[in-house]
């Protein structure tokens, strides 16, 4: 039903930036609460950020005030601007859509694009 394709995530320095993007297909895109999650090796996937379809953000602390989570309906595409960049951050980005902007409300998921983080 709905199909999610990252990009943006690549190698960088810590203390840089990236802007991850996930493009989504259907045109209820507008009404999906939708998310970032990521994995690091030998971790469990964890909740980043979430955004409602009415347009409010919700973020883990660790990255508060660093990332910033937007949609664009127009373009069925929701962006992670993640400054600051630390090497904690490296992992397996994984966009998700789904009913609720929380961990649990999330049904479809992209494949990862991966972001590393060197110090």
């Known amino acids: 039903q709905v199909q999610l394709v990252e990009s943006g995530g690549g190698l960088v320095q810590a203390g840089g930036s990236l802007r991850l993007s996930c493009a989504a297909s259907g045109r209820t895109f507008s009404i999906y609460a939708m998310g970032w999650f990521r994995q690091a090796p030998g971790k469990e996937r964890e909740f980043v950020s979430a955004i409602s379809a009415s347009g409010s953000a919700y973020y883990i602390g660790s990255v508060k005030g660093r990332f910033t989570i937007s949609r664009d309906n127009d373009k069925n595409t929701v962006y992670l601007q993640m400054n600051s960049l630390k090497p904690e951050d490296t992992a397996v980005y994984y966009c998700?859509?789904?009913?609720?902007?929380?961990?649990?409300?999330?049904?479809?998921w992209g494949k990862g694009t991966l972001v590393t983080v060197s110090s």
């Open positions: 998700a859509a789904g009913w609720k902007a929380a961990a649990d409300g999330m049904d479809y």
